[in-house]
């Protein structure tokens, strides 16, 4: 096994000024801010207002944070991986469009779509490229437009989700620090309670689809929350195991922001006290691939080298996984 590992050098993220509070929706749908926030723990999410912005604008922010951050320009960036399921288009992958706006002209990149997993699964698959030594410098984006798919008349969906996007640079590193373990999964019986039914080539766009409503995302909540709360349990306490980790060994469980309940069943099951949770979702809603670095960015201040973190997420698929990271560098 290579001894060089990919550690996670920088951090930065960007949420977009507009916020969308819960009283704001009490306004839209019928809902109240006590059933919010005793059911998800969210209090406000951030959207991205402005004709023709997208993910990637989002996306260009954060990057750009992160290589100010060491000192970094665009041409320095190899690879370029953006995690997503509201790409600008279609087609070309929204990983292209950041490069081109960013002007990092000897990265190639793409998109990966795993929903609330995206970040992670794109973090493992960024790390192989270093551990290979094929490529230095690889640049991590979890980003997502959710508002893009949102329905604002859906009281079950319009509650829970924002617009952000967080990203990471990777950077060899042989001093025991990076990314040490990784365990992911997916079920495709899942994708059942939780999609977008049309626009795929499944059943593309046309008056009918629009009509009926069917861009937006769909979830059936009960269904996916249960598997949510066993999937990322397990597989949290499985790379702990795995890795001869007890609680005591872990600094924070960094936790994908879908449902304060569910991050809460993670925690006890990894039996780490709630001081070393990391949780924003009462600010940002569930940013979908754009939470686990928008969480690393709120904590870098009290991150330290050597730090045992455990990133973990669910996600329509179903997808899941958890990555085992020893943080590379102090505070600053
Ligand atoms: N305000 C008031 N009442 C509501 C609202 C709302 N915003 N939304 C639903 N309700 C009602 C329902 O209509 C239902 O009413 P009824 O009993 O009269 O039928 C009642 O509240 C209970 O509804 P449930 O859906 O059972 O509520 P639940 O406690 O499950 O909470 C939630 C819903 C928050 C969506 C929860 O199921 C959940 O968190 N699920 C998992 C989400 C998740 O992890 N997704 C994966 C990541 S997302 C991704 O990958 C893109």
């Known amino acids: 096994m290579s001894s060089v590992k990919a550690a996670i050098t920088a951090v930065h993220g960007y949420v977009p000024p507009?916020?969308?509070?819960?009283?704001?929706?009490?306004?839209?749908?019928?809902?109240?801010?006590?059933?919010?926030?005793?059911?998800?723990?969210?209090?406000?999410?951030?959207?991205?207002?402005?004709?023709?912005?997208?993910?990637?604008?989002?996306?260009?922010?954060?990057?750009?944070?992160?290589?100010?951050?060491?000192?970094?320009?665009?041409?320095?960036?190899?690879?370029?991986?953006c995690a997503t399921v509201t790409p600008d288009h279609v087609f070309p992958a929204t990983a292209n469009i950041i490069c081109d706006k960013l002007g990092a002209k000897n990265a190639w990149g793409f998109d990966l779509g795993a929903a609330c997993s995206g970040f992670i699964y794109a973090l493992s698959t960024a790390a192989q490229f270093i551990e290979t030594g094929k490529y230095k410098r690889i640049v991590v984006v979890g980003a997502d437009k959710m508002s893009s798919i949102i329905d604002y008349a859906d009281r079950s969906t319009c509650v829970i989700f924002?617009?952000?996007?967080?990203?990471?640079?990777?950077?060899?590193?042989?001093?025991?620090?990076?990314?040490?373990?990784?365990?992911?999964?997916?079920?495709?019986?899942?994708?059942?309670?939780?999609?977008?039914?049309?626009?795929?080539?499944?059943?593309?766009?046309?008056?009918?689809?629009v009509d009926k409503r069917l861009h937006y995302v769909f979830q059936d909540g009960q269904p996916v929350f249960k598997?949510?709360?066993?999937?990322?349990?397990?597989?949290?306490?499985?790379?702990?195991?795995?890795?001869?980790?007890?609680?005591?060994?872990?600094?924070?469980?960094?936790?994908?922001?879908?449902?304060?309940?569910?991050?809460?069943?993670?925690?006890?099951?990894?039996?780490?006290?709630?001081?070393?949770?990391?949780?924003?979702?009462?600010?940002?809603?569930?940013?979908?691939a754009g939470t686990i670095p928008l969480c690393l960015w709120d904590w870098e201040k009290k991150l330290n080298k050597g730090d045992n973190l455990i990133l973990s997420a669910f996600g329509g698929g179903f997808t899941w996984g958890a990555v085992y990271v020893k943080w590379a560098y102090e505070p600053n």
């Open 162 to 209: 924002g617009d952000g996007a967080g990203a990471v640079l990777l950077e060899p590193s042989a001093d025991g620090t990076g990314i040490l373990d990784f365990i992911l999964k997916s079920d495709g019986h899942g994708r059942v309670y939780l999609h977008q039914k049309a626009g795929g080539s499944v059943l593309p766009a046309s008056h009918d689809t």
């Open 18 to 81: 507009d916020l969308l509070t819960n009283h704001d929706l009490e306004k839209l749908v019928d809902t109240t801010d006590e059933w919010i926030r005793s059911r998800t723990g969210i209090e406000c999410r951030h959207i991205l207002k402005g004709e023709g912005l997208g993910t990637s604008d989002m996306a260009v922010e954060a990057v750009l944070g992160l290589l100010a951050k060491r000192s970094l320009g665009p041409l320095d960036i190899d690879l370029l991986i």
């Open 227 to 288: 598997a949510a709360v066993v999937g990322m349990a397990d597989v949290s306490a499985e790379i702990m195991e795995k890795n001869k980790l007890g609680p005591d060994d872990i600094a924070y469980l960094v936790p994908h922001q879908a449902n304060l309940r569910i991050i809460d069943a993670t925690a006890r099951r990894m039996g780490v006290g709630p001081e070393k949770v990391m949780v924003n979702i009462q600010r940002y809603g569930n940013t979908t």
